[in-house]
Each structure stands twice: as C-alpha cells, then as structure tokens.
C-alpha cells in the first residue's frame, strides 16, 4: 500500500469558523485560575505556554502552600506591613514558574497570559526564565514605579508585552473578574 490515501472531497465540510483563538483560550484559563485564589483584594491568574501551544504551568497569588492560609495576614492595611499580606503573598506568574516541573529549556521562548500586568519582582524572575512574551488582561498600575521597571526590565531582556485585546475581553465576557477593576474594560 504505497499509494496515498486522500479524502473525497464530497466529505470535507469544512470546520467551524468561531473557535477560539489560542490567546483566548489561554486567556480564558487565566482568568479561571485566578478564581482559585484566596486573595479578598486582588484574583490573579497566570497560565506558562510553551512554544508548541501546550500548557506548561497555572499559577495563581497566594500564600506559600505549606502556610495554613486560615492562619495567613490577608488584609493590605495594617499597623505593621509585616501584618498584611504584601510580604508573603507569592505572585500568580511566581507561581507558575515555580509550578513548572519540567525541563528548563521549555521555558525558552514560551509565553505567560496573565490577568494583571507583572509587578517588576515578576518581570525579572519571567525574563531570568526565558519567557519571551507576556499578554496581559489588566495594567491596573500602569505608571507606578513598579510598573516602569518592569516594563524597563522586559523591554532590555526582549521580552514582548501585549494587552489582551478589549475587543476580545467583551467576546469573551472576561470582565467578571471579581475585586479586579475590569468593569472599566466594558467601557
């Protein structure tokens, strides 16, 4: 049997047409991620995809997982910073690197899709890790200092930032993150 087989064409219909892209579907599993967290404040997601399309990693803010999180500092004011939860909260793209129990070259090039634009301690840990493209859905900090330096980090380590198209974020009805200030993308 050397001869090669090919379909009639009477059999192919065709595939439907309104399939998600990769980045929404992405995306979307960003944002389902970030419900697991317990953050009352702030729900942040972040999803590590390798260059061949696959999932590598999910990660989500959140205490460290061996902390009883019943036991965790959550507030974001108290008399002492060392009594809110900025000190010990680890980041949702954190999360994902760390998550990942594969072999380091897969991060090469891959991409994050995050629902919150990396603070500057995630910038150089995604940039340290190879990353080479980060889709956000929200830069609720945008021009902060913060904000600057990671920006400034990912754009002398060639790392390409894009935000999740508004256009999309309405399609895909993602404005129900809760406690994100995403109803403004509605506008």
């Known amino acids: ?5 090919t379909i009639p064409k009477e059999y ?8 998600s892209s990769w980045d929404e579907c992405f995306m979307l599993h960003a944002v389902v991620t970030a419900n697991r967290s317990k953050d009352p404040s702030s729900q942040v997601g972040a999803v590590l995809v390798g260059k061949n399309n696959r999932i590598l990693s999910l990660g989500y803010n959140g205490a460290p997982n061996v902390w009883n999180d019943d036991e965790f500092p959550w507030g974001r004011e108290a008399d002492s910073q060392v009594h809110t939860k900025y000190p010990y909260v ?3 793209e954190a999360n994902a690197v760390l998550n990942y129990k594969g072999d380091n070259k897969d ?8 629902t919150l634009y990396p603070c500057q301690n995630c910038a150089k ?15 609720k900090y945008e021009g902060t200092e913060d904000n600057i330096c990671a920006a400034t980090c990912f754009n002398y380590c060639n790392v390409k930032c894009e935000e999740f198209p508004k256009n999309l974020q309405r399609k895909l009805n993602i404005s129900l993150l809760p406690n ?5 993308i509605e506008k």
Do not use: C, P, W
């Open 12 to 19: 192919l219909k065709g595939k439907r047409q309104n399939y």
């Open 125 to 139: 840990l995604l940039a340290q890790a190879g990353i080479k493209r980060v889709v956000y859905l929200s830069n």
């Open 180 to 184: 994100e200030g995403l109803s403004e």
């Open 90 to 92: 680890i980041h949702a």
């Open 107 to 114: 991060l090469e090039g891959a991409t994050v899709y995050t």
């Open 1 to 5: 049997m050397d001869e090669k087989f």
